[in-house]
T-cell receptor, first 125, second 117 residues
Framework: EAGVTQFPSHSVIEKGQTVTLRCDPISGHDNLYWYRRVMGKEIKFLLHFVKESKQDESGMPNNRFLAERTGGTYSTLKVQPAELEDSGVYFC???????????????????????FGPGTRLTVL | AQTVTQSQPEMSVQEAETVTLSCTYDTSESDYYLFWYKQPPSRQMILVIRQEAYKQQNATENRFSVNFQKAAKSFSLKISDSQLGDAAMYFCAYRSSLYNQGGKLIFGQGTELSVKP
């Protein structure tokens, strides 16, 4: 089974340019999360998709960030225009079955585990 | 809001020895999940171990075990018989059990573990 993949692995852009990051979750995983680690600080949540719908986007820093999840499969995160403080590593994660975990209170072990991609290192100059 | 704190930015252990990584958290919730994730250099993050707050028994996974102290809001990771492959950044994470929190993870700052041969 293929894991979570992210593209590109590295991106170096000039301030003011646009960058689009892509995440392909594990097949069959309804839940997709974006996280970001900036300057060696803690990893912070950005947003959560359930299939194609945004469940929670409370972590998105501002309106320069736009996330989509076409047809509930892969997701893209676009930064436009990029600023210096956007530099960091962007992680994507997917999980199989969150709803059952939350509504029933207990999930079979593993179904709500978040599997992470390798991350995209974004450098804004 | 929940917070997770890892007070040890770096730790070092001799191969075959035991090391404990610290993690504390703050929450007003009574039911939640705690995780330790490991990110080896240039590789993706993987789940090491998880603990459900309602379980009193500490989770164990082979050489990895946790010391979960709910009242103290402490969740340390013990690695026994350390191996060179254990060298990685370790992240402690919290997840609410509440539906409106959506399953997002709240991470600590990470602890960089090096293993000396």
């Amino acid at each position: 089974e293929a894991g979570v993949t992210q593209f590109p692995s590295h991106s170096v852009i000039e301030k003011g340019q646009t960058v689009t990051l892509r995440c392909d979750p594990i097949s069959g995983h309804d839940n997709l999360y974006w996280y970001r680690r900036v300057m060696g600080k803690e990893i912070k949540f950005l947003l959560h998709f359930v299939k194609e719908s945004k469940q929670d986007e409370s972590g998105m820093p501002n309106n320069r960030f736009l996330a989509e999840r076409t047809g509930g499969t892969y997701s893209t995160l676009k930064v436009q225009p990029a600023e210096l403080e956007d530099s960091g590593v962007y992680f994507c994660a997917s999980s199989q079955d969150l709803d059952r975990a939350l509504t029933s209170g207990r999930a079979p072990i593993g179904t709500d585990t978040q599997y992470f991609g390798p991350g995209t290192r974004l450098t804004v100059l | 809001a929940q917070t997770v704190t890892q007070s040890q930015p770096e730790m070092s252990v001799q191969e075959a020895e035991t090391v404990t990584l610290s993690c504390t958290y703050d929450t007003s919730e009574s039911d939640y999940y705690l995780f330790w994730y490991k990110q080896p250099p240039s590789r993706q993050m993987i789940l090491v171990i998880r603990q459900e707050a309602y379980k009193q028994q500490n989770a164990t996974e082979n050489r990895f075990s946790v010391n979960f102290q709910k009242a103290a809001k402490s969740f340390s990771l013990k690695i026994s018989d350390s191996q060179l492959g254990d060298a990685a950044m370790y992240f402690c994470a919290y997840r609410s059990s509440l539906y409106n929190q959506g399953g997002k993870l709240i991470f600590g700052q990470g602890t960089e573990l090096s293993v000396k041969p």
